[in-house]
C-alpha cells in the first residue's frame, strides 16, 4: 500500500494482508502489549494497515494519547462488524455511532442518568443493599467450607448489575435467577469474543454471512445477542403497560418511552425508536457488568498478593468509619483506600485501548498525518504503564498516588482509566461509586488470603473486547 504523506511511521507487511499476521510476533497474547512494544521502536504515533486499505494508528505515549482524545476530528468510532451485531445490524446504541446521532443519545442518556442516580448519594441505599446481600452470601460461603475458601469467580457481578438495573428498569435480578445467570454468561462470552484489534479486519459481508471461523475470528457472536434483546424487549412492554407517560417517570425506561412518545407526534424522522432503546440498554448493561466487577476483582486480587497493603487500608477504615461501613461520605478522609483503587485500576486497565476511535476527517496526531476513516487506538494500558511518568510502572505501589505523609491524594493528569474528551466513558460516575463502596467494605469486612499451597491469583487478565480477571479463590474470613 501506498502511505499518504506525512504518515506515522509503522511496519510495513505484506501486500494485501497488511501487518495483521505479525502483530502477535510482538506479544502472542495481548495486542495492547503488542502495539506497546511495535510504539518502543517507531515512536509514540505508528502507522500501519491492516489489509489493502485500512490504516490503523497505534497511539501510546501520554502526550499523543492526551491529543489525541482531546480531537474532536477523531471522535469517531470505525466500523466494527461485531459491534453492528448487537444492534440489529445498524448504527444504533451508543458506544458505536457518531455524528449527530451519537450526540443527540448521548447527552439525552447522560442527563437523564444523572438525574436517576448515576454519580448520587441518592442511589447509595440500593448500593448498600446490593452489598449486603453479596456480604451474606460470600459469609454463607466461607463458613460452609472448613477451611473458609470461597470461589470469587464472577461473584461480583449480579450486584454491580442490579445498581445499574434498578436506574434502568426500576427492578432487581435474584442472584440464583437461572435466566438472569444465563443473560450474565452470554455477556461475559460477547466480551470474551470480541477484539478491539482484529475486530477492525475489513471482511467482507459475504465471506461474513457464510464461514462461521471467519466470524468469530473477528468476535462476532450475535447469536448470544438475541435471548438478551427479547429480555429487554419484554421489560419495555412491561413498562409500556403500565402507562409510562402519565405521572412520574421512575426509571430509565419509563423517561425514552416519554420521550419516544412526544417525538412521535413532533418528529417524523425521530431517533427516538424502540430499536434505539434496546440497543442502549444493552449496551449499558454489557459496559455495565463487565468492567465494574473486573474492576473489583482486580482491585482483591492485588490486595490479596499485597497483604501489607490490606492491612494499611483496613487499619484506615476502621479508624474513619468504626464499626460503620464506609459510605461515599467518608471517601474523602480515606486517602490510602482511594490510593489502593487507583492503582489497583493502574495496574490492571480494564479498557486497554479504551473504545477504537476513528478519523472523521484528516487530521493531525502530534504532527503525523491521519488520514479521514483510520482507525484510532488509543493505548490507555500504555499511558497508565507509561515509564516517563510512573517509577516501576509494574510494580503495585498504592503510596505513588499519595503526598509525603499520605494525607492526600495527588490527582495526576496521565491518570485517566476512563478516557478523556468527549467520548469519555458515560458511566464513570457510577461506576467509581460502585468501585469505592463494595471494594472497601468488602476489605473491611474479610481479610483475604491466598489458598495455602496453591500459586496466588493471576495478574494476567482475560482477553477480549475489555480485559477481565481469571477466576480464583481466597481463604475469606470475616474481621471481627
Ligand atoms: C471501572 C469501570 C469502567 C471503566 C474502566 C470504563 C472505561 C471506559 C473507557 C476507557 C471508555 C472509552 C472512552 C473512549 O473511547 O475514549 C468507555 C466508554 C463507555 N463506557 Fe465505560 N467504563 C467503566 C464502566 C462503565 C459503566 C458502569 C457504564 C454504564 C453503565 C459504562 C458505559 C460506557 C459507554 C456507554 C461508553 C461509550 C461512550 C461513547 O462512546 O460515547 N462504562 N468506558
Known sequence: ??????????????????????????????????????????????????????????????????????????????????????????????????????????????????????????????????????IKDIENESELD??????????????????????????RFQRNDPKFQELLRANEMMFRAGNPVRGNIPIPAFVLKHFRFAREFIGIKSELIKPFQKFVQVTIDDHQQQNPCEGEARDFIDVYLKEMNKQKDENPSTNFTNKQLI?????????????????????????????????????ELDQVCGQFFPTLNHRSSLPYTEAVLMEAQRCSTIAPFAV???????????????????????????????????????????????????????????????????????????????????TAALIKKFRFEPVENEPLPSLNPKIGFTLGYQGFKAVVTPRS
Open 279 to 315: 440497543s442502549m440498554i444493552t449496551e449499558l448493561f454489557g459496559a455495565g457488568a463487565e468492567s465494574t466487577s473486573s474492576s473489583i476483582g482486580f482491585a482483591i486480587i492485588h490486595l490479596i498478593r499485597d497483604q501489607q497493603a490490606q492491612q494499611k487500608m483496613q487499619i
Open 146 to 171: 472448613p477451611e473458609r475458601i470461597v470461589d470469587l469467580k464472577g461473584i461480583f457481578q449480579v450486584s454491580v448489575i442490579n445498581i445499574l438495573w434498578a436506574i434502568i428498569a426500576g427492578e
Open 356 to 438: 477504537p476511535h476513528s478519523a472523521v476527517k484528516d487530521t493531525h496526531i502530534q504532527g503525523y498525518t491521519i488520514p479521514k476513516g483510520s482507525v484510532v487506538l488509543l493505548n490507555l494500558d500504555a499511558v497508565l504503564q507509561d515509564s516517563k511518568y510512573w517509577k516501576d510502572p509494574e510494580v503495585f505501589r498504592p503510596e505513588r498516588h499519595l503526598n509525603e505523609d499520605g494525607t492526600k491524594v495527588i490527582k495526576s493528569d496521565h491518570f485517566y482509566p476512563f478516557g478523556l474528551g468527549r467520548r469519555m466513558c458515560l458511566g464513570d460516575s457510577l461506576a467509581k461509586n460502585t468501585y469505592f463502596l463494595f
Open 1 to 134: 500500500t501506498k502511505r499518504p504523506h506525512n504518515f506515522p511511521p509503522g511496519p510495513r507487511g505484506l501486500p494485501l494482508l497488511g501487518y495483521l499476521p505479525f502483530l502477535s510476533s510482538w506479544d502472542p497474547q495481548y495486542p495492547h502489549k503488542a502495539m506497546k512494544k511495535i510504539s518502543e521502536v517507531y515512536g509514540p504515533v505508528v502507522g500501519m494497515y491492516f489489509g489493502p486499505s485500512k490504516p490503523i494508528i497505534s497511539v501510546c505515549g501520554h502526550e499523543a494519547v492526551k491529543e489525541a482524545l482531546h480531537n474532536e476530528d477523531l471522535d469517531g468510532r470505525p466500523y466494527i462488524p461485531a459491534a453492528l451485531g448487537r444492534t440489529f445490524g445498524e448504527h444504533l446504541g451508543l458506544m458505536f455511532v457518531m455524528g449527530q446521532f451519537w450526540q443527540e443519545q448521548r447527552r439525552f442518556a447522560m442527563r437523564h442518568l444523572r438525574d436517576l442516580g448515576f454519580g448520587k448519594t441518592s442511589i447509595e441505599d440500593q448500593m448498600t443493599d446490593e452489598l449486603g446481600d453479596l
